[in-house]
Structure formats: C-alpha cells, structure tokens
C-alpha cells in the first residue's frame, strides 16, 4: 500500500493535490492519505507578553484545525483513506520533508503555490526546497 503525504495550506492548489491523489486512489491503486498542515514559527515576538504570544499560538492552532478540517471533508469526498493528520511549526520546506520522513511516506504531493508569505511573487519557493531536500518522490500540482 503507497503512503503519501498531502502537504495543505488551504490554497486552491493544495485543493488541487488532494483532489488528483483521490484520482490515482479512485484509479485502484491502494493508498493511505496523510493531510499535513504547516504553521510557519514568527521569528520574533518583540515586546509580546506571554499571554499575547499564547493567544498568537492559539490562533495558529486553530487555523491549522481549520484547513485540516476542510482538506479531510475534501479528501474523504474523494474516497481516500486518510490516516491521522500532522501539524507542524516551523520552516515549511523542511518540515514537510521531516514529516515525510518520519511517517515514512513512500511519495509526498503539494501544490505548486500555496498561501506563503510572498504569494505568487515566488512561483513554488517551498515545492521548489522540498523538491531538492526530499528523498522520496514529489508530485507537484499546479
């Protein structure tokens, strides 16, 4: 059975990814889904007080259940048998990869543009990094 890792932001194209991984599920080749939501880490906090910084986290956490929520409604639409979710924090590149290797997912999908900082000023930065630091192959959705 394939193992892949569906990495979802809530962009149209990580919308994409899901739906073409049910396509190959729904082609009669069994796989397992696991949706990975990645909230990058604030460099600096400045001046925050703990409780501000907690409510910043909170927020994130709730974003992250959020996209996950909607990716999981997608991806069981498209009959894929889903495993349990990943959040992760941190640069999103590499926590993709980390993930992937952790779960040790025999493929990971994205989208070739998500919803990063610099939007669609940088075609892929992040599908581009993960492309170079994966070992396992990438299937880019546009």
């Given at each position: 059975?394939?193992?892949?890792l569906i990495a979802v932001d809530g962009?149209?194209?990580a919308n994409r990814a899901i739906d073409a991984i049910g396509a190959m599920a729904q082609?009669?080749?069994e796989l397992?889904?696991?949706l990975l939501c990645v909230s990058p880490e604030p460099i600096f906090y400045g001046d925050y007080s703990a409780a501000t910084i907690q409510l910043i986290e909170e927020d994130q956490k709730q974003q992250?259940?959020?996209i996950l929520t909607?990716?999981?409604e997608r991806a069981k639409a498209q009959g894929l048998k889903l495993i349990h979710p990943a959040r992760a924090y941190g640069v999103i590149a590499n926590e993709i990869v980390r993930v992937a290797n952790e779960r040790q997912v025999d493929q990971i999908a994205m989208g070739t543009r998500g919803m990063g900082a610099l939007g669609n000023m940088l075609l892929g930065s992040v599908?581009?990094?993960v492309i170079h630091q994966?070992?396992?192959p990438v299937l880019l959705v546009k």
């Amino acid at each position: 059975m394939l193992k892949i890792l569906i990495a979802v932001d809530g962009s149209e194209h990580a919308n994409r990814a899901i739906d073409a991984i049910g396509a190959m599920a729904q082609s009669s080749l069994e796989l397992e889904a696991i949706l990975l939501c990645v909230s990058p880490e604030p460099i600096f906090y400045g001046d925050y007080s703990a409780a501000t910084i907690q409510l910043i986290e909170e927020d994130q956490k709730q974003q992250q259940d959020a996209i996950l929520t909607m990716a999981s409604e997608r991806a069981k639409a498209q009959g894929l048998k889903l495993i349990h979710p990943a959040r992760a924090y941190g640069v999103i590149a590499n926590e993709i990869v980390r993930v992937a290797n952790e779960r040790q997912v025999d493929q990971i999908a994205m989208g070739t543009r998500g919803m990063g900082a610099l939007g669609n000023m940088l075609l892929g930065s992040v599908a581009q990094r993960v492309i170079h630091q994966s070992a396992v192959p990438v299937l880019l959705v546009k």
